[in-house]
């Protein structure tokens, strides 16, 4: 008797561990199925995101392949401006070299109320040099009408040494010339006064340069008028009497003392330059013929620089007196003069 209820006992508690371990089992299912859902909505949204990512680098990759198309075309838009610059700063670059002048002497001044301000004009030109093309040439004829009527034919057929060849005459296409004129004057009453001290008030700093440059010890004389620049810090002195200035140009440098402080001024000549009667223009060579297209490879170049002046002077072929001719292998600079025929 008392072993069946032992049984039953524990059979009770087997049937009550059964159920328990079926609740944890559940519980525990539950968890799981939860901890899966978390797992595929955490995969969704790195799917999601990642396609974002990657939606994203394409977009960076489309900007960054039209900036590097934007660069190309700057760079070549930069290329094309320093061309335009150089060829710009080319057609207006200056010679700095002036054209030599004799100057004798003619006569003894009697005074120095007589000498005059010195003045000096020079006339420049600047243009291209023309470049002569490999086997083109160049003819300038004496009369205008027969170089018209050379470029007018067009094709002319010229005889190498008994092989003719046909080339073509046109006209010169020079580029842009400038001409100008320069007036420089250096004054026989005024100088310029520089390195003017900048702590110092206009009028006392005028007054000042009018005292020490009116003194007869450095050459100095009644004074018209002092002008002073503050912008270039610097003063135009100007003299009642012709060449004073160039007595006081003898000492270029000069102590002034103001308010016990000395100050070193330097003084030069007043020179005036003026830029007069700018012209820009195209050449236009009406006497001269370019010939293009001469192929002949047996003669020299001084062979066939002669060739063709021989067969343009004559007259059955419409040519006339030549005055001079190019011709080259390679390419040549040559240069242009004012037509004054």
Do not use: W
């Amino acid at each position: 008797m008392e072993q069946c209820e032992e049984a039953e006992k524990r059979k009770s508690n087997t049937l009550l561990d059964k159920l328990e371990a079926d609740d944890q089992q559940k519980e525990k299912q539950q968890i799981l199925d939860q901890l899966l859902q978390k797992s595929t909505e955490i995969q969704d949204t790195l799917s999601e995101k990642q396609s974002l990512y990657q939606s994203e680098i394409q977009d960076l990759k489309n900007k960054n392949e039209e900036l590097r198309r934007n660069v190309e075309k700057l760079d070549y838009k930069m290329k094309e401006c320093s061309k335009t610059f150089e060829k710009a700063r080319n057609e207006l670059q200056v010679d700095n070299k002036l054209p030599h002048k004799n100057i004798n002497f003619t006569e003894k001044a009697s005074g120095p109320g007589n000498l005059s301000s010195i003045s000096y004009t020079c006339q420049i030109l600047i243009h291209h040099p023309y470049i002569l093309q490999e086997r083109q040439a160049l003819l300038t004829f004496e009369k205008e009408e027969v170089a018209q009527g050379v470029i007018k034919k067009g094709r002319h057929k010229v005889d190498f040494n008994n092989v003719y060849e046909e080339v073509r005459a046109c006209e010169v296409q020079l580029g842009r010339t400038m001409t100008f004129e320069v007036n420089m004057t250096i004054s026989n009453t005024k100088v310029t006064v520089g390195n003017l001290p900048t702590d110092l008030p206009e009028e006392t700093l005028k007054n000042k340069l009018e005292l020490t440059f009116y003194k007869s010890n450095i050459g100095g004389s009644e004074i018209m008028g002092v002008d002073y620049d503050r912008s270039k810090n610097s003063a135009c002195i100007t003299y009642k009497e012709n060449g004073v200035a160039q007595r006081v140009l003898k000492t270029p440098q000069h102590l002034v003392k103001v308010h016990g402080s000395m100050y070193e001024i330097m003084i030069s000549p007043l020179i005036e330059i003026q830029l007069k009667k700018l012209q820009i223009f195209s050449g236009i060579c009406q006497r001269t013929v370019l010939l293009e297209q001469i192929r002949n490879q047996a003669e020299t170049e001084e062979d066939i620089k002669d060739l063709v002046e021989i067969h343009f002077q004559k007259s059955s072929n419409g040519g006339g007196e030549v005055e001079n001719t190019a011709f080259s292998l390679k390419k040549q600079f040559v240069y242009f003069e004012e037509d004054k025929a």
